[in-house]
């Protein structure tokens, strides 16, 4: 059952504070009140991402298209929810470590917690995002991601904990992700066949094959599929009967 903060911290005021760094790398601290005019993309990582020989966790930096930058993970799992919202186009920008959220719990014990991701949405609205998988999620860890939902009330931005995502979805989308670079793009012109060929739906190789030599298209073919200037069914496997056809965004996304 969902707790709100005053519930998690008792009767008192949990205290909430905001810390971060801001573009020059200066700590900053601000109360709620401030929360609604902060832009948490601006922000820079609270948390360094760090290797060590023999540590269980695989952190790492995912180059991101839609930022045009890296984006730092500290567990493959991470790394798959950065993919897949560097692939959603309603995301316009992307940053993990924003900030502490500092409070008090009901024993009056200061506490906080760092957020995995913040994304900008093309609505404008911001969403914080901690990802942990549901069989991973301590007491501590609930009563941590409820005051953060409530905090994140307060600035008016949405907050979502996301857990494994679905395994065949993850790794079309994988795929696609290598082809996410602009020079994936192919030669002039090359974008406008393709679209023409899967004015209506085709088989992904067949399409390919009516535009010229496969191995010369299929790179633009998938990067326009990352782009969803071209869009398949992602939640069965690819292969090369799948039937893809031209998508909502004519230029591509990004």
């Known amino acids: 059952m ?9 009767d008192s005021d949990p205290g909430f504070e905001l ?19 902060l832009w948490p993309e601006t922000f820079m990582p609270v948390r360094e991402f760090r290797w060590a020989r023999g540590q269980k966790h695989l952190p790492g930096l995912w180059w991101s298209a839609t930022t045009g930058s890296h984006v730092g993970y500290e567990s493959w799992l991470e790394r798959d929810h950065v993919m897949l919202l560097d692939f959603d186009p309603q995301v316009t920008m992307l940053v993990a470590q924003p900030f502490w959220l ?10 906080r917690h760092a957020p995995d991701l913040f994304a900008r949405m093309a609505d404008g609205c911001g969403v914080v995002i901690d990802v942990r998988p549901d069989d991973r999620i301590e007491q501590r860890d609930a009563e941590a991601f409820d005051v953060t939902k409530d905090a994140c009330g307060l600035a008016g931005w949405g907050f979502r904990r996301v857990g494994v995502p679905d395994p065949v979805l993850a790794a079309n989308v994988a795929w696609l992700a290598r082809y996410r670079h602009p020079r994936c793009g192919g030669w002039p012109g090359l974008a406008r066949l393709l679209q023409e060929i899967f004015a209506e739906p085709a088989p992904l190789m067949a399409g390919a094959a009516a535009a010229g030599d496969p191995m010369a298209v299929l790179p633009a073919l998938f990067h326009l599929m990352w782009r969803h200037a071209l869009a398949a069914d992602l939640a069965v496997r690819l292969t090369a009967e799948t039937l893809v056809v031209a998508g909502t965004a004519p230029g591509g996304a990004r």
């Open 2 to 10: 969902r707790q709100d903060a005053r519930a998690v911290t008792g």
């Open 19 to 37: 810390c971060f760094l801001d573009a020059d790398g200066d700590e900053r601290r601000e109360l709620p009140a401030a929360w609604p005019g």
């Open 102 to 111: 500092r409070w008090r719990d009901g024993a009056g014990r200061s506490r």
